[in-house]
């Protein structure tokens, strides 16, 4: 059964950092692709950053590009996001995914293509 878990969300103040912990177990997770997205109150959910099955690829939206890096850690199956100079509209709950494609040969932004999800992780940045 796959199990994708997150953790390091919680409440700071604007400016500040927070790096969000996706640990998946249940399948090769060395062999898809990663992402990371958001859903704010009253709002759908967004897609944040999404890296490639190898790690060499990463994309994220235009609102993180620069405070947010997304990394993996093959040999935990593991994978960050680090977030740096936060502001209040960056609050929301967090969440990862798992790419259905085995071995996607591009980053895909779209949530219909991941099909694991965790169950969230709040952020909550006060300004």
């Known amino acids: 059964q796959v199990h994708m878990v997150e953790s390091g969300g919680g409440l700071v103040q604007a400016g500040d950092s927070l790096r969000l912990s996706c640990a998946a177990s249940?399948?090769?997770?060395?062999?898809?692709?990663m992402g990371w997205f958001r859903q704010a109150p009253g709002k759908g959910r967004e897609f944040v950053a999404a890296i490639s099955w190898t790690g060499g690829s990463v994309h994220y939206t235009d609102s993180v590009k620069g405070r947010f890096t997304i990394s993996r850690d093959f040999a935990r199956d593991t994978m960050y996001l680090r977030m740096n100079s936060l502001k209040p509209e960056d609050t929301a709950v967090y969440y990862c995914?798992?790419?259905?494609?085995?071995?996607?040969?591009?980053?895909?932004?779209?949530?219909?293509?991941?099909?694991?999800w965790g169950q969230g992780t709040q952020v909550t940045v006060s300004s």
């Open positions: 249940g399948r090769t997770f060395s062999d898809y692709g």
């Open positions: 995914a798992a790419d259905r494609i085995f071995k996607r040969d591009y980053v895909t932004m779209g949530a219909s293509a991941y099909n694991y």
